[in-house]
């Protein structure tokens, strides 16, 4: 049984502490509902969560909402469309991706990252960044089709050139 400890004031008001419960099935609440019967809220199922409505004590589903299937209009230009890591050396080769199906080498230092699905826009914005072992490595992305992206990477002081690591990364509608 779990210990409960009140206390207040003479204006009503005051607090409740509880300990721990002894058992693990010892872990029930009892509180009064709007008329003034005493419910008894379980813990029925995992993420549960105790909430009020200003009258009366539910228990129910909750937490946040972290799946995407619940997105607004407006909130999905703020979800990444899309992402790729991939090897821009030798045989081009995706690493992992969301919403990529392939990288196409086009030339060296020149890629095309196509989309799974398409973006509904033209006007997303484009992210890229390359490493390699030296300094002086660059990369630009050409956000205009919604169905891939044009991905380029450069030394500073040599020109195109192929990557190691390339990353692209899609945020819009």
Do not use: H
Request: net charge negative; charged share 15%; aromatic share 6%.
């Amino acid at each position: 049984m779990s210990k409960l400890k009140v206390s207040g004031n003479a204006s009503g008001t005051g607090v409740i502490t509880l300990e721990a419960p002894n058992t693990n099935t010892d872990r029930a609440i009892t509180l009064p509902d709007s008329a003034g019967e005493l419910i008894n809220i379980a813990p029925s199922t995992s993420g549960n969560v105790l909430t009020s409505d200003g009258t009366d004590w539910t228990s129910a589903a909750g937490g946040a909402d972290t799946s995407l299937s619940n997105l607004s209009a407006t909130g999905e230009n703020k979800v990444c469309q899309a992402w790729v890591n991939f090897q821009g050396t030798g045989t081009v080769a995706i690493r992992d991706s969301y919403n990529v199906s392939s990288v196409t080498d086009n030339s060296t230092g020149n890629y095309t990252v196509n989309f799974t699905n398409n973006i509904n826009t033209t006007e997303y914005a484009a992210i890229v960044s390359s490493m390699k072992y030296w300094n002086g490595d660059a990369s630009a992305a050409d956000a205009g089709n919604v169905s891939s992206c044009l991905v380029s990477s450069w030394d500073a002081n040599a020109g195109l050139t192929d990557n190691l690591r390339i990353y692209l990364t899609v945020f819009g509608d």
